[in-house]
């Protein structure tokens, strides 16, 4: 019988259901094993972001939701709400190139004007001066006509809206005092005439380009704060009747009612 020749080495490996567990390592030596990722310690540079990064950061701190309200607090005469962080635009010049304009132009500024104030202008300078009105792009004028008017609307001075020569949109509602249910909207009561017609000062004084829209929507910042400050001047103000807001329709029909009228012809932009 031939002799059957021996091999010797290493065996060749076989397929079998313990192939994998002798060619994983042990359980200790598993949970050892770990990759180290990169980690930075240095610090954070803004400028290392891209630009729509930084844009959005921009947005939250001066744009946070598109519609900033001017208005008056008992603890601060001139209030602001939201709250927006204007000082991030002194930080650098690079910062003040890329988001100097947001403010006027990402947000919606809304102010209340004392429509029947024959004593100072609508908009006083220390307010909102005129360089800063040139800038605004998108405005939300709230005519308060609550008070006792004998006179007409030339009387007023309007004079700061011809500062108003970037205005793109311009949304205009009113609140007024009601008597009684059939009464007619007192404040433009004589619509064919632009003395007696408040809607038409505003629009001699604004470019003829700018959009208009009227009335405030429900849910918006704007229609709760004419509620807000319905329900104070109500309070403090020992008049009869209701304080309701101006319907959109009344306001439009107001823009359109006077025959002679010329929008613009008293713009800073004309």
Not at 31 to 36: L, N, Y
Not at 79 to 106: F, G, H, K, W
Not at 142 to 156: E, G, K, P, Q, R
Request: net charge neutral; with cysteine; proline share 7%.
């Amino acid at each position: 019988m031939a002799d059957v020749p021996i091999i010797r080495g290493t065996p060749a490996a076989t397929a079998s259901r313990f192939s994998a567990t002798r060619l994983s390592p042990p359980p200790a030596q598993a949970a050892a094993t770990h990759v180290d990722l990169p980690t930075w310690s240095g610090p954070f540079r803004l400028f290392d972001l891209p630009s729509e990064l930084r844009i959005r950061i921009y947005e939250c701190a001066l744009a946070p939701t598109g519609v900033l309200c001017l208005s008056s607090t008992p603890s601060k005469r001139c209030a602001v709400t939201p709250q927006i962080t204007p000082a991030l635009l002194a930080i650098c010049r690079q910062i003040r190139n890329e988001a100097d304009d947001m403010i006027m132009a990402d947000n919606e500024v809304t102010i209340t004007v004392n429509a029947h104030d024959t004593c100072w202008p609508t908009i006083p300078a220390r307010r909102l001066p005129s360089a800063v009105l040139a800038r605004l792009q998108h405005m939300c004028l709230i005519l308060d006509c609550t008070d006792y008017f004998n006179s007409s609307y030339a009387d007023v001075d309007f004079d700061a809206f011809k500062s108003l020569t970037g205005l793109r949109t311009l949304r205009i509602a009113m609140v007024y005092r009601k008597h009684y249910d059939t009464q007619t909207l007192a404040p433009l009561h004589i619509p064919q005439l632009k003395d007696f017609n408040v809607v038409a000062q505003i629009l001699e004084r604004v470019p003829a380009s700018t959009r208009l829209l009227f009335g405030t929507e429900k849910g918006t910042q704007q229609h709760d704060l004419i509620r807000a400050s319905n329900g104070l001047r109500s309070a403090y103000r020992d008049r009869q009747g209701t304080v309701e807001e101006a319907s959109a329709a009344d306001l439009e029909a107001a823009a359109n009612g006077v025959p002679d009228l010329v929008r613009g012809c008293k713009s800073g932009a004309a």
